[in-house]
């Protein structure tokens, strides 16, 4: 079956543009994560989604990010005017409930000129 | 403070033999511990999940254990292979959360 997909792969944004990103999770996956890669470290959680509900959003760097899953399936991460230290591989995970496995998308890699 | 320590060196061996990963941690408490390997370009995959209870989980080749007391995961891969190259990452998870806080990973090579 389908895995989880996030669109575009790869984004360039001039410094000061918003951006938006997509994360299509496994069907029937209630849990929705987004975390944020640096080169050569691990994710770094950013948000948690419980069907449509944001449950926790303490990762979020700054009120220039914003995310979203109104029907409880797609979810899309927004960070408006793009800074160049916003660039990273931003990663969605789904998973059957909070305490499974994750199962990764081959994330959306952010590059803020 | 908190932190959670991987080797940063790679990790270079021979094909066939037995590759040790290390994951420590400190001022954690987690109830779960996961290993996810990492392909250039791609996401993180789940590979076992262990938790505090658990001595040791085994899945083919892999095997994980986990010491509460030493703060400490090692992740061994058996007979390893030249397609075990990648990068692995430890996860912790608390007991009364969901989110995953991971370490920053040790690259794996195995030469042929």
């Known amino acids: 079956g389908a895995g989880v997909s996030q669109s575009p792969r790869y984004k360039v944004a001039k410094r000061g543009q918003d951006v938006a990103l997509r994360c299509d999770p496994i069907s029937g996956h209630v849990s929705l994560f987004w975390y944020q890669q640096a080169l050569g470290q691990g994710p770094e959680f950013l948000t948690y989604?419980?069907?449509?509900?944001?449950?926790?959003k303490s990762g979020l760097p700054s009120d220039r990010f914003f995310a979203e899953r109104p029907e409880g399936s797609v979810s899309t991460l927004k960070i408006q005017r793009t800074q160049q230290e916003d660039s990273a591989v931003y990663l969605c995970a789904s998973s059957l409930a909070r305490y499974n496995e994750q199962f990764f998308g081959p994330g959306t890699r952010l590059t803020v000129l | 403070s908190q932190k959670i320590e991987q080797n940063s060196e790679a990790l270079n061996i021979q094909e066939g033999k037995t590759a040790t990963l290390t994951c420590n941690y400190t001022n954690y408490s987690p109830a779960y511990l996961q290993w996810y390997r990492q392909d250039p370009g791609r996401g993180p995959v789940f590979l076992l999940l262990i938790r505090e209870n658990e001595k040791e989980k085994r899945k083919e080749r892999l095997k994980v254990t986990f010491d509460t007391t030493l703060k400490q995961s090692l992740f061994h891969i058996t007979a390893s292979q030249p397609a075990d190259s990648a990068t692995y990452l430890c996860a912790l998870m608390m007991d009364s959360s969901y989110k995953l806080i991971f370490g920053s990973g040790t690259r794996l090579l195995v030469r042929p």
């Open positions: 989604f419980q069907n449509e509900a944001q449950l926790d």
